[in-house]
Structures are given as structure tokens and as C-alpha cells.
Nanobody, 115 residues
Framework: QVQLVESGGGLVQAGESLRLSCAASGSISSIAVMGWYRQAPGKQRELVARIFNSGSTNYAGSVKGRFIISRNDARNTIFLQMNSLKPEDTAVYYC?????????WGQGTQVTVTS
């Protein structure tokens, strides 16, 4: 069993930055990939960024160059540094882990960007 807890959301103005954190607990060694997804009102949940066990990363085109995903040395916490935020980044951000082929989700954290 893996549990994920996000933190760091909030309300910011366009152009500002936020850093999200996601702490994983439980069977950490069974995690293959961790990442961030987001869901805006009336839209489908979409991938923002993810980091593989190898350390390789990939990003949605809409955030590339602005967001950075990283993790701590223990590989039990990931971060999403969000810079140059735009109103269209407003969404609930969910932490995700792939554990033995199954998705595990955090509870989500709201990010609101005003113009």
C-alpha cells in the first residue's frame, strides 16, 4: 500500500511561483513512476509532469520550461516547482504514483492563479 499526501497549493497572481510537495508513505520501493496531474473545472485530468525511477522526466507541452519536477534523495517525496504561473494553470493538482501497474492518487491541492 502506498499513500500520497500533497501540500503547497494556494492563490497567486499571474507570473508568480508556487512549489507543490507530495510525500509518499508505505511500500515506497514498489513505486515505478511518480508525477503530477491537474484537473480544471469542466476538463479532464491531464498529465503535468512525471519522474521515473531512473530520474528521467517528462512534461506536458503547456508547462515545459516553466515547471520543474524533482524528488528528494530518499525518493519518497516529489516536488513541482511552478514558475511564471498563468491563469490557465488554475486547477486541482493531484499527485500520482504507479504501483505495480495501478494508479494511486493523492487527495489533490488547489492552485488558483489570478490575472
Amino acid at each position: 500500500q502506498v499513500q500520497l499526501v500533497e501540500s503547497g497549493g494556494g492563490l497567486v497572481q499571474a507570473g508568480e511561483s508556487l512549489r507543490l510537495s507530495c510525500a509518499a508513505s508505505g511500500s515506497i520501493s514498489s513505486i515505478a513512476v511518480m508525477g503530477w496531474y491537474r484537473q480544471a473545472p469542466g476538463k479532464q485530468r491531464e498529465l503535468v509532469a512525471r519522474i521515473f525511477n531512473s530520474g528521467s522526466t517528462n512534461y506536458a507541452g503547456s508547462v515545459k520550461g516553466r515547471f520543474i519536477i524533482s524528488r528528494n534523495d530518499a525518493r519518497n517525496t516529489i516536488f513541482l516547482q511552478m514558475n511564471s504561473l498563468k491563469p490557465e494553470d488554475t486547477a486541482v493538482y493531484y499527485c500520482n504514483a504507479i504501483v505495480q501497474g495501478s494508479n494511486v492518487w493523492g487527495q489533490g491541492t488547489q492552485v488558483t492563479v489570478t490575472s
